[in-house]
Nanobody, 125 residues
């Protein structure tokens, strides 16, 4: 059974940066597009960034130009570099694989695995 472990969150001031990591392990039999998601208190979980197996990326409008998603296929790891952070970026961040390879175009999420515990990102002065 695949396990997803997110790390790298923390408390940062507005305008600061963080780099999140997502390690996938156990029973991975094929490659999928990978996504980063976030869920703020009282809100639904949303897809904010996605990277295809070939490295194509797409982002939610709210993070375009500030976040960068990447992946290391050899390590089964995905990353999210977050710059120019804003208080509204405060949320628990999760990663997952995406069943539909077209997600990099549609940004319509169809997660593949059970969710990990996520990593808390708090942007506050």
């Amino acid at each position: 059974q695949v396990q997803l472990v997110e790390s790298g969150g923390g408390l940062v001031q507005p305008g600061g940066s963080l780099r999140l990591s997502c390690a996938a392990s156990g029973g991975i039999r094929r490659m999928y597009a990978m996504g980063w998601y976030r869920q703020a208190p009282g809100k639904q979980r949303e897809l904010v960034a996605v990277v295809s197996t070939g490295g194509r990326t797409n982002y939610a409008d709210s993070v375009k130009g500030r976040f960068t998603i990447s992946r290391d296929n050899a390590k089964n790891t995905a990353y999210l570099q977050m710059n120019s952070l804003k208080p509204e970026d405060t949320a628990v961040y999760y990663c997952n694989a995406e069943r539909d390879p077209n997600v990099v175009v549609t940004m319509i999420s169809w997660p593949r695995y059970d969710w990990g515990q996520g990593t808390q990102v708090t942007v506050s002065s």
